[in-house]
């Protein structure tokens, strides 16, 4: 087999689809996970998908803490996914303050766009688990399967929105764990596999 095998990848949220989105979160104390998420990342992590995390973290551009905390709090996520055998293979955030309007603060796409230059990331094989419309929006310019899960107070505005625009959402789920049941199965269902595409550099 000369065609490298391309793995599935599954961009994640933070706030609000990881975590209780409880404002900004400054400290490794206030995140704090929903129930089943450990698992759910440990059974993407075993059906073969590379997971990124992409997270807007205004707080930092707002003063509120530093990259140093958010470092921090990432390394608590860490720990806790670890003692359920999960990982992140990347942590992508923008810093930036809204008004910054830099390009990689979702809806923007430059941090996934990085995902495809230096992680060798294919997004026609990606999904992307969010709560919030950006998420959606975001997924839908890039090309990504976009998964609404409808925990969190942003959640209904985002369904609502996404039906107004005619994106394509690929899924809505109740819960973190309802999304991933349906990323792992809706992979095994489609062909990826584009030999053609696949062996170009
Ligand atoms: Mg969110
Ligand atoms: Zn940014």
């Known amino acids: 087999m000369g065609a490298q095998v391309q793995r599935t990848t599954v961009f994640l949220d933070r706030d609000g689809t990881l975590n ?15 129930p089943g998420v450990v ?17 807007n973290q205004s707080a930092i551009a707002r003063g509120l803490m530093t990259v140093e905390d958010l470092h921090l709090i ?28 830099c390009d990689c603060r979702k809806p923007n796409p ?12 294919d997004v026609a094989q990606s999904y992307f688990v969010g709560d919030k419309s950006t998420d959606m929006k975001l997924a839908h ?38 999304a991933v049941d349906w990323i792992i199965q809706d992979a095994r269902g489609r062909k990826w596999n584009e030999p053609d595409k696949l062996v170009k550099k």
């Not at 209780?20 to 929903?34: K, N, Q, R, V």
């Not at 055998?85 to 309007?101: A, Q, R, S, V, Y």
Request: hydrophobic share 35%; glycine share 8%.
């Open 20 to 34: 209780h989105d409880s404002g900004y979160i400054t400290s490794p104390e206030a995140l704090i996970l929903f």
């Open 74 to 101: 990432h390394q608590k996520l860490r720990e806790e996914l670890e003692v359920g055998g999960g990982w992140l293979d990347g942590i992508l955030f923008c810093p930036h303050h809204p008004e910054d309007t």
């Open 39 to 55: 698992e759910s990342i440990a059974r993407l992590n075993r059906s073969g998908s590379r997971l990124f995390l992409v997270t």
């Open 110 to 121: 430059d941090l996934i766009q990085q995902a495809t230059r230096e992680l060798n990331v």
């Open 141 to 178: 310019t890039v090309g990504s399967i976009g998964v609404l899960v409808m925990t969190s107070q942003f959640s209904q505005e985002a369904l609502d929105s996404m039906k107004h625009q005619n994106y394509n959402i690929g899924f809505v789920a109740s819960s973190f764990p309802e």
